[in-house]
């Protein structure tokens, strides 16, 4: 089935891949509730207050740097209910102007209304959907119904679509069509599907076997030859990269890339996407020579932010350059 996912993705596709960085708002949300996720666990709830928030300076930073080094804007996200509408608004326009294009964003449910106020600076929305199969889903995510998220891709006309789907959970390979009239029913564009990385608190101890995730991108592949699907994997998964790659994924996110620049592992990566014949848009290794001074000014921010940002990024760069050394 690899043989004829890859086969199918040539036929569509030109041999491009990407590293996709999720660029997280926050690490608070007040559901709280989904079983797999680290935002459920006492431990994270203690340690993380509802004013779990990056700070500005730092959410531009990361979007410098997708921009310098070639990572695409995977989505804007963070847990529901941290930012008024308004303040999310003014961060997603931000995001947009340094990165030089519009984006994805992964904000929950939003509403019709609200929805517009995102148009100038977003190319579409993502449901957090997780799960297809509804006794599952519910038992997942209890406080996370799907039907709002189908709701807003009825009414977010003009955007484009994309779900997240996480392999581990207890789906069954069955559950394939419950995924597939899903994607026909919305006229999805994306999809990013994510291995299960368990956690400390949660009621999972391991992983999808590597098997188990690529037949999924495989199979969607094979039966959406256009549909856009991005592979995330992790620190620990990050020898199955080229195989995610092979089954039909056009790119890959998840891997913590500034955590991980120019260290084996990422080097690893980029070895292995030259191996299935890929190209790597950008880099996850090589620091570019800039003058990143004049790439925050060329932004005009606000003089007092814009030592902020700068100061911010050469805490970044700093960090960086030590991984890679």
Aim: charged share 35%; with cysteine.
């Amino acid at each position: 089935m690899i043989e004829e996912a890859n086969k199918v993705f040539r036929e569509n596709y030109d041999n491009k891949a990407w590293y996709g960085r999720c660029i997280f708002l926050s690490w608070y949300c007040d559901k709280g509730t989904c079983k797999f996720c680290f935002r459920s666990t006492i431990k994270h709830k203690i340690k993380h207050s509802n004013k779990a928030t990056r700070t500005k300076e730092s959410v531009v930073v990361e979007a410098i740097l997708c921009k310098a080094l070639g990572w695409r804007v995977e989505f804007l996200t963070g847990g529901y209910g941290i930012f008024p509408i308004e303040e999310l608004v003014e961060i997603t326009k931000l995001v947009s102007e340094v990165y030089g294009e519009k984006i994805w964003l992964n904000l929950g449910v939003i509403s019709k209304e609200d929805l517009e106020k995102f148009r100038p600076y977003v190319k579409g929305i993502v449901s957090s959907i997780e799960t297809v199969e509804p006794i599952l889903h519910k038992e997942m995510c209890p406080d996370k119904d799907i039907e709002p998220y189908e709701d807003m891709f009825e009414y977010a006309e003009g955007f484009r679509r994309s779900m997240t789907m996480v392999i581990g959970l207890g789906e069954k390979k069955e559950d394939f069509d419950l995924l597939e009239k899903f994607i026909e029913k919305h006229q999805l564009d994306r999809i990013t599907f994510y291995a299960l990385k368990p956690v400390t608190g949660s009621p999972f101890t391991k992983g999808p076997e590597t098997e188990d995730y690529i037949w999924w991108i495989a199979k969607t592949r094979i039966r959406f030859p256009k549909l856009e699907i991005i592979a995330g994997t992790t620190a620990r998964r990050y020898e199955e990269v080229g195989r995610l790659l092979e089954a039909g994924a056009n790119a890959f996110t998840k891997f913590p890339a500034t955590r991980k620049f120019g260290t084996k592992e990422a080097y690893r990566i980029e070895e292995d996407i030259k191996k299935v014949r890929r190209e790597l848009v950008g880099t996850i290794t090589k620091l570019p020579d800039l003058n990143w001074d004049k790439e925050v000014e060329k932004l005009n921010l606000d003089k007092e932010f814009e030592i902020k940002v700068k100061e911010k990024l050469k805490s970044y760069l700093g960090r960086l350059s030590q991984t890679s050394s």
